[in-house]
């Protein structure tokens, strides 16, 4: 992922936001709501947005797990780019990771 060079990085604070009108509940990175969307800066990687679904439906179903979590990850990740910003999921972790608004990175490939 691409770091924004001239610009600054994305605020946590405004993608909550955006996410909060989309219909998500977002909390802390260490919550306590079993299924729902976290954020934490990460200085390296930015403002990373995480999600779980339930531990019930993990154990029981885990097909259904992959598929609920890969269907919410599009999900967040079509808010997220819809808003302008430049979110990309990390196959490593399950995570997404939020840079900067996408014309800040044009102007930066430029």
Known sequence: MMPCPAAPAPSIDAIRLELTRAGYLVGAATGAIECDVRLHDDPVRGVVVSW???ARLRARNPAA???????VH???????????YAAVPDRD???ILVTCPEGDLARSAA
Do not use: F, I, M, N
């Not at 797990?65 to 269907?71: G, I």
């Not at 599009?74 to 302008?84: K, N």
């Open 52 to 54: 779980q679904t339930a």
């Open 74 to 84: 599009l999900a967040l990740l079509t808010v997220l780019t819809g808003a302008g």
């Open 65 to 71: 797990h992959r598929l609920v979590r890969e269907a």
């Open 93 to 95: 972790t399950g995570e």
